[in-house]
């Protein structure tokens, strides 16, 4: 890796290379690689890169205007000409080198390894390639090269973790990527057997690894209980007085109001007994234009005073309990009366209508207390007469609830699809609300119609009574989007209904047992995601360490077998085996030849080192020769190339590693 | 490891200037390539071999082996099944369906993209 960058600060340019271009944010940014694929695209980057080997070599300081050693450069296999071209430029011409080699850095490894004739897999960071080698020399017309390596096996990897954990705290780098997949990814022996039963728990218990992410630990202060008392009885006297309060004025303005409406009422009744012309002088001076608005003033005075008198109701429950109270003065008439005592009749009115208001509101209570029991003794008595009929209504009824809850969220997931048909409708409809104009003529026309509609009477024409009806209410619910409470409560209200059902079919349906139940269906020690994401514990979403956590179990082998299958990552080519047996069996026609190859498969590379490589090559491989072939294990394997010690010999015989 | 410009310790030899266009992309020489050699068929540049190997032509062929069009499941890796319609993403069981069905938009994108098998419009 190169990178190149300014530094404002210092107006310095830097060039870094190799691991110390991830040293700095800014070198980390610019940080470039001179290949493309498995050869070298860009020789400004790679002139910067041989300058810092050459340097950390300390060669060259001899003097004498060069580097002043051979030079051995590993390149790809059938490397274009172009790039040989590009590379013995700037080898010979800007470092003055006396001689370069080239080769293929598979074949160095081969030879260095004493190999002398065998079948080379050499897997590399972002090719892989298989070189029948014959006598020492690599038969580079029957390669083949397979374009999948180290580098596309941990992109690989990084992207099957960030799917598995879309929400994932942390950003996971690329680097931590190949870690993960050197330290914990290795070659099933059988792929097909083993990922079958991955999941299971008494296997995933023992493959499951779990990768630590790091997080802060936020801690929550642990109230006593004690503190809690107080605190709730803090609150709960604070509501208290505010109820009071509120109490208080409320009653002091339902006796202003009560006041008001006995003046208007005698005003009212003044008009019998005045003549006309005083009556309306009277009329004018207290602000009224006639008898009607007087009227209408009366009528909404009185409503409100309804009103407030019932919510004194709710407010005071308590006192309901309480032995019913006494209103002595409200059988006396007014004129024996004092102004003060009148005042508390008025009281004492207000509060015999508050009394008699929750009375029945408590006889309405226990009516329905009454219902719910008759209905629950009449359930008991269907069951006891008719078990199966029972239980098949209970078992409908709790069909019934699922696919409510089914089609809820079905709605939800397709109000979140903008081309559906009910985020369609939705849309339709918020444009219906927001026009200006009436939605469609057809309703115009046929809305006119509903009885009991509380517009005033100003805009009736344009009024389109809306409202009118309680459904049209329900297109505000329709257009609300996501996960508001209300949605949450009936939701909440579906469980529990289902819970109820599942209660009652639990105590008496004797075919109906726990496993049954929907809760027992979602538990997590069932489902086959939560043992793919969250392993063989439970999962607690509120554990700060349990959200920075990943899971590594498929990942483990479907990763490097994508080298075997390369079609599961997309890759339209042969697997390493299926090449292995095309070339030895297909295109290398000696028999005895073939016979000496089968002999000594080696492997070399970055990416052969996951544990089990040769294994499953051994393994498969003997699947694909000859009967009565004999396969060399042991001394030929070797899991590591070397290629950077490999000797000069082997490239003077060949003079160029690749076939030219 | 910081490089200044000056404390490279050697010359560049003196017929050294670095070529005008130095950076092309393994496409861009490929397609040059296979212009030359074209070129070269024409007569001047005798082909060095039987078969004349190239970058281009040792890339493994499209699988034969009936075993390796095994399907798997996208989201778990297990053997799958099932093809869901909608998305066209593989899946092992139901419980995986659902878990489709409730993928964020664009997911499923990036899962056939894994595969190779998402539709790319240009």
Redesign the interface.
């Known amino acids: 890796m190169v990178s190149k960058y300014r530094d404002r600060k210092a107006q310095k340019t830097y060039t870094v290379v190799g691991n110390d271009v991830f040293a700095d944010p800014n070198s980390r940014g610019q940080a470039k690689n001179p290949f493309d694929s498995n050869v070298v695209s860009n020789f400004d980057q790679m002139e910067t890169l041989l300058d810092y080997c050459f340097i950390n070599l300390g060669v060259g300081e001899e003097g004498g205007g060069g580097v002043g050693h051979s030079v051995v450069m590993t390149e790809a296999v059938c490397i274009p000409g172009y790039n040989r071209k590009m590379m013995s430029e700037l080898l010979f011409e800007c470092y003055n080198t006396p001689s370069v080699i080239f080769g293929i850095d598979s074949l160095f490894s081969y030879d260095y390894n004493d190999g002398k004739t065998g079948l080379v897999l050499s897997a590399g960071h972002t090719a892989t390639h298989l070189i029948p080698v014959l006598d020492g020399k690599g038969l580079v017309n029957l390669s083949t090269r397979l374009n999948w390596g180290g580098y596309q096996s941990a992109d690989y990897m990084l992207k099957l973790i960030q799917l598995k954990y879309p929400g994932f705290p942390a950003k996971i780098q690329s680097w931590q990527a190949e870690a993960l997949m050197k330290d914990h990814c290795y070659v099933s022996s059988d792929y097909k057997e083993e990922v079958a039963n991955y999941l299971k728990p008494e296997i995933l218990l023992e493959k499951d690894r779990i990768i630590q992410f790091p997080f802060t630990e936020t801690i929550k202060v642990e109230k006593s209980q004690e503190e809690l008392d107080r605190i709730a009885e803090r609150r709960k006297e604070s509501g208290r007085k505010l109820q009071e309060q509120a109490a208080k004025v409320r009653l002091e303005k339902l006796i202003k109001k009560e006041q008001e409406l006995a003046f208007l009422k005698t005003l009212q009744a003044r008009q019998e007994t005045d003549s006309k012309r005083d009556f309306k002088r009277l009329l004018e001076q207290n602000d009224f234009r006639d008898e009607a608005a007087l009227e209408k003033s009366i009528r909404e005075l009185d409503k409100t005073i309804r009103r407030a008198r019932k919510q004194d109701v709710g407010a005071e429950e308590d006192a309901a309990n309480s032995s019913p109270p006494s209103f002595p003065l409200l059988d006396i008439p007014d004129e024996e009366l004092s102004d003060d005592s009148k005042k508390m009749k008025r009281h004492q009115k207000l509060m015999k209508s508050n009394h008699e208001a929750r009375l029945r509101a408590k006889a309405e209570k226990e009516a329905e207390r009454q219902r719910q029991e008759d209905l629950e003794r009449e359930d008991a008595a269907k069951r006891e007469a008719d078990l199966p009929a029972w239980l098949s209504t209970r078992h409908a009824a709790r069909a019934a609830v699922l696919t409510k809850i089914k089609d809820r969220t079905r709605l939800r997931n397709e109000l979140s699809d903008r081309k559906s048909l009910a985020s369609q409708m939705r849309m339709k409809s918020i444009a219906n609300l927001a026009s200006d104009s009436p939605p469609s003529k057809k309703r115009r026309r046929g809305g006119g119609g509903a009885p009991g509609s509380s517009g005033g009477g100003g805009g009736a024409i344009d009024d389109d009574n809306f409202g009118a009806n309680d459904d049209d209410w329900s297109v505000y619910r329709n257009i609300t989007l996501g996960t508001n409470s209300d949605e949450d409560e009936e939701d909440n209200e579906l469980a529990k209904e289902l819970k109820a059902i599942e209660d009652q079919l639990l105590l008496h349906d004797p075919h109906f047992d726990r496993n049954d139940t929907q809760e027992a269906k979602s538990d997590w020690r069932a489902s086959l995601l939560h043992a793919f994401t969250h392993g063989v514990r439970e999962h607690d979403l509120d554990d700060q360490a349990q959200g920075c956590q990943i899971h590594l179990n498929v990942e483990r082998i479907r990763v490097p077998e994508v080298f075997f299958q390369p079609g599961m990552a997309g890759l339209d080519q042969a697997g390493v085996i299926e090449i292995a047996g095309d070339i030895l069996l297909q295109r290398v026609a000696d028999e005895q030849v073939r016979e000496r190859m089968l002999r000594d498969v080696f492997l070399t590379g970055g990416a052969v080192a996951f544990e089990g490589f040769d294994e499953r090559v051994r393994k498969e491989v003997r699947g694909i020769i000859p009967a009565g072939s004999v396969l060399r294990g042991g001394g030929g394997w070797v899991t590591r190339g070397m290629w950077e010690e490999a000797g000069g010999e082997y490239i003077l015989e060949h003079r160029l590693g690749n076939a030219f | 490891?910081?490089?200044?410009a000056q404390?490279?310790?050697?010359?560049?030899?003196p017929?050294?200037k670095?070529?005008h266009r130095?950076?092309?992309?393994?496409k861009q020489?490929?397609s040059?390539?296979t212009r030359?050699a074209a070129a070269g068929e024409g007569g001047t540049v005798p082909a060095?071999?039987p078969?004349q190997?190239?970058?281009a032509n040792?890339?493994?062929?499209?699988?034969?082996?009936p075993a390796?069009?095994?399907k798997?499941c996208d989201?778990?890796?297990?053997?799958a099944k099932y093809t869901d319609p909608k998305t066209k993403l593989r899946y092992?069981?139901k419980?995986?369906y659902a878990?489709i069905?409730?993928l964020?938009?664009g997911?499923a994108e990036?899962?056939l993209?894994?595969?190779?098998?998402n539709v790319v419009l240009k």
């Open positions: 490891m910081i490089l200044v404390t490279i310790p050697w010359n560049p030899g017929n050294w670095p070529p130095r950076t092309k992309t393994l020489i490929l040059d390539a030359t060095t071999g078969m190997t190239t970058y040792i890339e493994s062929a499209p699988s034969l082996h390796h069009s095994k798997w989201i778990t890796g297990l053997p092992a069981d419980e995986v878990a069905r409730m964020p938009p997911s990036r899962y993209e894994l595969r190779g098998a």
